[in-house]
Structures are given as C-alpha cells and as structure tokens.
C-alpha cells in the first residue's frame, strides 16, 4: 500500500520519532512511503540520509501555499492511507479529506494540545476514519472533552520503547553517589522546579547528584531555583541530549514529576534501562507504572511525597535493582516497540479491507417538497454523508426541496404527493432499482410506509427518521427508527415498539454559536418561524396576546412560513390590537438574515419532536417563548434560556413574554441561550452516531 505519514515538524519529539519508525517498517515491508511535513528538522535530515522520500510543505500564506503542494502531492502519490500527528497536520488532512474521500484517514492524538486545537477537534474529529491514542487515559478525556466517538473508531496503542541491553552495568558500589536523573524538555508542565524543591527536602547528608536532560525555556527559571535552594553543587545540566539510552545508563533514579502527562515515553525508557521510577500520579502514567513494584506514584505538586520516596530510594540499592528489574521485565511483555508499530499496520489494513466498501450508497426518501424542521434535518444529514465520501441520491416530492438537495450535488428525483403516494412509490421502486442504494433513509410518516413496504419485498435495509409524535404503523417496516428526541423515543416505546429497534439521536445544526446586538427595543420584535398548521398553535397564542395587548410591552410579531392556516391567520392578525402589529411573510429560504432583526422566539406548539425553530435561533442568542410539550423542553431550559408555558394557557404566555422581555432579564437570557446551544449542539457527532447506524444496517441481508 501506499502510507504518507503527515507531521507538523521533523524536529525531535514523541511524534516525529513514531514517524520514523513506521515509515522504516512500511520500507521494510515492502510498502511505498512519504514522510511529509510543514518544517524540517534533524529527524528529517535523518530520513533523507537513509533514503526516505521527505517532502517539506513549508508555512508560507497561513499555509495555504502548503495546502495546495499536499493536495499535489496527494495527487502524485495517490495514498491509501494517510496518517496525520499533531493538530496542524491533521487539520489539513482532514481537509484534503472532502478531496480524496478514498484515502483512509489516521490520526494519532498525541496530548492534550491547545485550547484552539479542542474547538477545532470538536468539529473535525468525525473526519478522520480512525484515530489512535498513546494510553486509555487521554481516550477517556477525549471521549468526555471532545468527542465521544462510536465503537470501533478508536484504539489505544502505547507507544512502546525498542528493547535492548544496557550499554554498561550500572555501579551500585556504596561509595559511588546515586544519581537522580530526569529527561524532558524544560516546560512548566513536567515539572522539574518539583523535582528541585523535593530535593531540597532530603537530607544535607544524603550523597546523591541530579542531572537534568534536556533544554527549554524555563532553563534559567529553573537554575535560579536550584541557586536559592542551595543546590548548584549537586546539580548538572545534561543539555539536549541525542541518545537517551545513554543518558539512563549512566543515572540511577529516574524522577517524572510531571503535572499532566498523556502517557510518558520516558518512563518507559527508564524502566527498559532498569532504572526505578518515582513519578506523578497523572494522566496515563499509571497505565505505565505499578506503585510499590516499578517505583512509586506520588501525589503531583507535592513535594515532599517525592522528595519521601528519593529518600527510600537513595538510601537502598537493594530495591532500586529490585524495582528497576520489575520495570524492566513489565517493559519487554507490554511496551514493546515492535508490537506497537504492528498494530499501526494491522489498524492500516483494516482501513482497506473489503469489509469496508469503497463507496457506499445512502438513498434519502422524503415524502415532502417542504422545508420545514423535518425536510432541513434530512439536508444536513445528506450534505455531511455525501462530505464523508458516501454515494448520496433521493426521491422527493417536488421544489423548494429537490431544488436544495440538486445544490448538494444530489442526484433527485422529484414527483407529487397525489393518490395517497401511489406515484411516489412508483418512483422510488424505480430510484432503488437504478441506484442499488446499500440502504435507505426515509423522512416523513409516507416516505417510512413507503421504503419499509420494498424492504418487506427484499429491498435495501431502511432507517427511518421520526421528527414527530407519530403512530407507530408508518414505521412497521422500517429496520432502525431515529427518534430525534428522547420525548419521541419515548412515544414509540409507549406503542410497544421494541427498544432494540430506536435508536435517540437528537436533532442539531451545523454552525457555531453567532454574537449579534439585537436592534433596539421598544418596539419588541417576536419572530414565529413554523409551518401555518393547526398543531403548531398560532390561532391561540395570537387569541391571547390580542386579549392581553395592554398587559404588553410595545411589540410587533412576525410571522415566517407557510401552509393551510394562513388565510385564518392572516384575518386574525387584522383583528382588533393585532392590526398593523402582525406581518405574514410566508417561507423564507434563509432564516438567518431574518434572526439578527429579532428578540425573541415563539413556538406555541401543540405537540412538537425537537424543533430546529428553536435550536436555530438560540445559535444567535435568541430566547424562546415555547410550549412544554414534546421533545421542546429537551432545548429549552424554563427561566434560563427561555419560558415554557402549557399549550392554551394564555395567561401564562402573556406572564412568559413579560418575563423575557424585562430589561433586567433579557440579557441573561440572551447569554444563556447562547451557551446552551454551544453546550448541547454536537451536529458532527449526530452525523457520527447517524453514521455508525448506516455501518450497521450495511451489514444486514437486502
């Protein structure tokens, strides 16, 4: 196969050195290889020395002269897998992703890195087919800070040390002072200043030197503290140091008071040395280390638990070679190298099996020509698949609709809803016969019927979207139902529809949270974007807001959508105070140049699944006037990012716009619910469970 192993920089580190080594066993295998990367360095001199193909992109434009030469060299050397380290190379991996969907994606998280690199990972993370991890503990942070990835897209690979024998045997003669030692880069975060004031604690007659490898900025931080602790006499810097090996060989405690660590490569090359090891208690260390066998774990920013277990160290050589023993046979059975490098190959191999299809195919059902709530969550979900490399067509009932999934680039076939959706499935026999979709996604309670109907006579395998609190008999075919809230979850439950066969995966947008000034108020702008059907409440809460007008601030009310109510709307909003305060303006194809101009949301609705007519506004930091029923107060948040008020109760919703509107309250509602919607809107990781559901229902028997 072809491997292009992709890396910030060739300078020395963790990352740079698991480049090399896979890049020496994808030669060694008979694999084609190119190491790529933004900034050279002397692993990259290294490379080109042993006769690697080593291409430097540069950093020139905000790199997008070095975007341009990976999308040439991708071209050139047509990879089959690509496997990015650190946040810079994986950012335009993934993005060179939307152009070689073929490509398998690798992508090593080798720490915790940026708070910048956390909000784009966010985003991004679902882009990489595979991502690899040095130790449980930094999975588990990801999975709870980031993105919790679905079964199967994540492995845990320790990074391992190449197993060889000491190059001397170490003296453990009583008149030889025993050496502390510590190899790192001199950064706040590996906490070398503890090391020094832990020394600090031991005994003035205690024989015992400390050498500290490695070079950084806090370097002459770190000798002024060693000065003022009095011990530049008993201190040597090593520098930077080209072999660690020979380093270890030549100390005899190793010390990693780090104060957070992804897995600690060091340590592993301690304990291969045989060197006893006293180190933090963070991150995935103890994966590493076993307290009271190894060496010790101590308590991080605490010196005196290090500077305790030095002393039980320095002062018994006998437990020193008996630890650095454990270390090191622990070392040869779990942390080896090879076995590392192995599993990379074995992760590469399964990325090209022909378990996983080269191009899978998704046909979109939807029997509607709308563009409500529903029909926009099935364009989301067909643009993101078709992002992720997969084969997207459909069958729907007409425009606006086909015409925004033909901009998608979305094979459509369109025809009416007429004869209760006999023409409809006509035509989406037809669409199945000529696309061979691997299996369908249908939307709306006909669409459902419909494509269970053909999977009844041997069709593809069917998921179903439920957007709503519909009956259970339209879904009767279907393989697999996303409910798209827990409240719709619950509503087929309640129709005995077994539990195995829903899947809640709620509803969300695409789009980061929006920081706009609303216009100024009075007058209150109060916008209703929903269809003009009865359940959608518009006759009550207009009703009671014409009876109310004098208990209200100074507001108008616009009105966005269209459907069988408007003609009764449009007479009511002429009705007594409601006169020249309510505007119709039928569907609006861009909601957000209308958001901006608003205050608030209101959605009287009578029964709802999650609707986007909140979610939507809340990403511009618009408060809700909502009803609490179904899946709406999942979004809501009563008296925080907006108010809930039972369907019908006008007296509570005349209460719920006063609330809102107050002065002293608006802000904080605002605010709130704009971190709502950063908090709970994870559109990449509904696209990720959506996905995985797809992966299953490929499996299944057509």
Same mark, same amino acid.
Request: net charge positive; hydrophobic share 45%.
């Given at each position: ?161 190449e ?53 950084g ?28 090996k ?31 090891? *006293?180190?933090? $208690?963070? &991150? /995935?260390?103890p994966?590493?280390? #076993?307290?009271?066998? @190894?060496? %010790?774990?101590?308590? +991080? ?12 160290l ?28 192995s599993?990379h ?19 979109l ?40 999934l ?8 369109? *025809?009416?809803? $007429?004869? &209760? /959706?006999?023409?409809?499935?006509? #035509?989406?026999?037809? @669409?199945? %016969?000529?696309?061979? +979709? ?20 041997g ?63 009075p ?14 409440g518009?006759?009550?809460a ?43 303006h ?58 809930l ?58």
């Amino acid at each position: 196969m072809n491997i292009l192993q992709l890396v910030n920089a060739l300078t020395w580190g963790g990352a740079q050195i698991l480049v090399a080594d896979l890049a020496r066993a994808a030669r060694s295998a008979g694999h084609a290889v190119v190491i790529a990367a933004f900034r050279d360095g002397p692993v990259g001199s290294q490379l080109r020395q042993e006769g690697f193909d080593v291409r430097i992109l540069g950093e020139e434009a905000f790199d997008l002269v070095a975007a341009w030469r990976l999308l040439r060299l991708w071209r050139e050397f047509r990879p089959d897998v690509i496997h990015s380290h650190l946040s810079r190379a994986t950012f335009w991996a993934r993005f060179l992703r939307h152009r070689a969907p073929q490509t398998a994606l690798v992508t090593t998280i080798h720490g915790f890195e940026s708070g910048s690199f956390h909000i784009v990972e966010k985003r991004m993370a679902s882009l990489s087919d595979h991502l690899v991890f040095p130790s449980a503990f930094l999975e588990h942070w990801y999975g709870t800070q980031i993105r919790n990835l679905p079964a199967g897209r994540s492995s845990v690979l320790y990074p391992g040390v190449e197993i060889t024998a000491p190059d001397a045997q170490r003296p453990n003669a009583p008149e030889c002072e025993p050496r502390i030692g510590t190899l790192s880069r001199l950064h706040r975060v590996k906490g070398v200043d503890i090391l020094l004031e832990a020394c600090a604690r031991l005994s003035a007659e205690q024989r015992f030197r400390i050498v500290i490898g490695g070079e950084g900025k806090e370097h002459d931080r770190l000798s002024a503290l060693a000065g003022r602790l009095g011990l530049s006499d008993r201190l040597e810097w090593a520098g930077p140091i080209a072999s660690p090996k020979a380093f270890l060989d030549k100390i005899d405690i190793f010390a990693a008071p780090s104060r957070e660590e992804a897995f600690g490569i060091t340590i592993c090359e301690a304990m291969e040395r045989g060197l006893p090891v *006293v180190a933090s $208690r963070v &991150g /995935g260390i103890p994966e590493i280390l #076993r307290d009271g066998t @190894d060496g %010790f774990l101590v308590t +991080p920013e605490r010196p005196e638990e290090l500077a305790a277990a030095l002393h039980r160290l320095l002062g018994n050589a006998g437990l020193r070679q008996a630890m650095g023993a454990a270390g090191n046979a622990r070392v040869r059975t779990e942390f080896r190298r090879d076995a590392c490098i192995s599993k990379h190959f074995d992760i590469y191999r399964s990325m090209l099996s022909p378990a996983r299809p080269a191009a899978r195919r998704l046909h979109l059902a939807i029997s509607s020509n709308e563009l409500g709530g529903g029909e926009r969550m099935a364009l989301a979900v067909a643009g993101a698949m078709k992002r992720r490399g997969v084969e997207v067509t459909a069958t729907c009932a007409g425009q606006p609709l086909a015409g925004r999934l033909k901009t998608l680039g979305i094979p459509t076939s369109t *025809v009416p809803m $007429r004869a &209760g /959706g006999l023409f409809f499935g006509i #035509r989406l026999a037809r @669409d199945l %016969f000529a696309h061979r +979709p691997d299996l369908v996604n249908a939307h709306l309670n006909r669409a459902a019927l419909i494509s269970g109907f053909f999977r009844l006579l041997g069709g593809p395998p069917v998921v179903s979207h439920v957007h709503g609190l519909n009956r259970a008999i339209y879904y009767r075919w279907s393989d697999l139902l996303v409910a798209v809230s827990a409240s719709v979850g619950e509503h087929l439950r309640r129709q005995e529809i077994p539990v195995g066969r829903i899947a809640v995966i709620p509803n969300r947008i695409p789009g980061s949270p929006v920081v706009v000034q609303p216009p100024p108020a009075p007058p209150w702008i109060i916008g209703i974007p929903a269809k003009l059907h009865a359940n959608k409440g518009h006759a009550w809460a207009l009703e009671a807001i014409e009876r109310h007008m004098a208990l209200l601030p100074d507001l108008r009310i616009e009105i966005f959508g269209d459907g069988p109510e408007r003609d009764a709307l449009q007479r009511l909003a002429e009705t007594g105070s409601l006169s020249g305060r309510v505007r119709l303006h039928g569907f609006q194809p861009d909601m957000d140049l209308w958001y901006p101009q608003l205050h608030a949301v209101l959605l009287p609705s009578l029964g709802e699944g999650i609707p986007l007519s909140l979610i939507e506004p809340m990403r511009w930091g618009i408060p809700c006037i909502a009803t609490d029923v179904g899946g709406i107060p999942e979004i809501v948040e009563d008296e925080v990012t907006g108010v809930l008020v039972k369907p019908g109760d006008g007296d509570a919703l005349i209460a719920g716009i006063n609330r809102v509107l107050s002065i002293p309250a608006y802000e904080g509602f605002r605010s709130a619910a704009r971190d709502r919607f950063r908090r709970i809107n994870d559109f990449d990781g509904m696209i990720d469970r959506f996905a995985s559901l797809c992966e299953t229902l490929q499996a299944l028997p057509s």
